[in-house]
């Protein structure tokens, strides 16, 4: 049997700016060199920024593509997952993980922290959606000061999960 | 070519208390007396409550269940659609509305409110999420104070959107 | 408790001979008036003839859309539901109905197929795709002579699933 | 940018004959020899088979699961992604491939050979479905004799859709 590898799913916009480039893209790297592979959505932004990063460390990208065309998937993209089921392939994309990284983002990433903490999956944010629920606070999203602390909170929530 | 009747969704919990039971009746009620489809995700807690309320106005009543067994929808379901794609299909709850009724719920909830939006589809809000972005109050979910008024303003929103 | 209606769907090709949509269209009004209820994929071809035949009758009529756009239905489908899931839609035309009838069609109606036979759903054949396994001929798919012989064998396949 | 890798599917039966299985894991070892990717639904039989081949070869494994729990993939899946979907995945795993590899299986199998032949993705069969529509035979499959014949063909069906 095989030892598995971590799964660490990065969420966020398909457009962003430089900062939150920057950010994913360091995010990326990081998960790489912990050895663990990146899911995610395959498009651009946040999304492709993570999967240069990760790649240029040498990392296993995984994208999980809305539509029917592999070619959609960014460049940095080494597995196209072609779902065709459009956004609802956000449920795939948090499932899949053992922990999730939100980078800002709008409503499709809401929806991916919703499945995530549907399925007890930890969210990590940096700089993301904050939740409350009938007035009262919802602290289920762990803030991360930064992209290595960020996945430093992923993989010790793993560990934790799946201890070897 | 046939006028097609409005149709609004009511999302909320599986499982909720008295008196969340009772504004999911009376909004189910509202909708079937305004000549609106009640479509939900067919189970139990507010989805059944809401369609108690519809049922006995006789409203028409359908039920998107997740799973491969039609007899798991609740009682009040007229027509339930059998997806077995599990919470995937959320997102059907939230597309096939024109507007969606938010009734407390939990991260199921959120993902719906979340695709409603990502589709510009109106979501009005009974003691459910608020949602904050990057530090910021999102006010996209628009707070109603009791089910006249949630079901009025879903009506508003779909005659301002789709005029006759 | 509701006394919950028949549902009958009807698959094919979103494009069809003169031929087929006469078949098709007489496929609905027999639907109809026989008080069940037409699911199908919403669209053009077989799917919008039935749903003609069956509006024209006064029948209930559903629309399983792939896209994300509800007025992407045909004129004669009363309540769309909008899945976005694309052809993953399939799943749920099939399993939603209690028995399903094929006229002509393509590989999406053979995945249609795949799908209500792998649930036990029975299925009745119109001029439509014929199976063999390993070299053996299948003969799962109940052959029909016309129209009202296809929805007799339809409603007396309900029948005998789910006395009353 | 990545040069990424070949991907092919193996689909087949959940339960399978020893000569079903050896024919399964041959076909896994010889897409791993060749240096392609193995996509499948992930569980037992044909899937588990193929996969045990494959990874016995040093090849990399991809399980897309129907449901929600990652533990439930064959040993042999180094990548499980958690669909939560059910048999809806069949979309995916037909769509995610570039070329198909079917062995016997059942209706299950026979949704991924429509959803793969409805992209225009080639379908390799060994001991498989065969298909007629309207009382002509369609020759859509292509047959295969062996394990490595099949291999074979699916390499030269990528190479000659995605030339270098």
Redesign the interface.
């Given at each position: 049997?095989?030892n598995?590898?971590r799964?660490i799913a990065v969420i966020g916009g398909g457009q962003c700016s430089q900062q939150e480039t920057e950010l994913a893209e360091a995010v990326g790297r990081e998960i790489a060199r912990r050895g663990a592979?990146l899911?995610c959505g395959g498009l651009s932004g946040v999304m492709e920024a993570a999967c240069r990063g990760a790649?240029n460390e040498g990392g296993?990208t995984?994208g999980?593509l809305p539509g029917?065309n592999?070619d959609a998937a960014n460049?940095?993209v080494?597995?196209?997952?072609?779902?065709?089921?459009?956004?609802?392939r956000?449920?795939?994309v948090a499932?899949?993980a053992?922990a999730v990284i939100a980078i800002?983002g709008?409503?499709?990433t809401?929806?991916e922290?919703?499945?995530a903490?549907?399925?007890g999956i930890p969210v990590i944010g940096l700089?993301?959606?904050?939740?409350?629920?009938?007035?009262q606070p919802n602290s289920s999203i762990i803030p991360a000061e930064n992209a290595t602390d960020a996945v430093s909170k992923a993989i010790s929530s793993i560990t934790s999960q799946y201890p070897d």
């Open positions: 049997m095989l598995k590898p799964i592979v899911v790649s296993l995984i999980i029917e592999r460049p940095y080494r597995i196209p997952i072609v779902t065709g089921i459009g956004y609802a956000n449920v795939i499932k899949s053992q800002d709008s409503y499709g809401l929806t922290i919703g499945y903490l549907q399925s700089n993301t959606w904050s939740l409350a629920r009938d007035g």
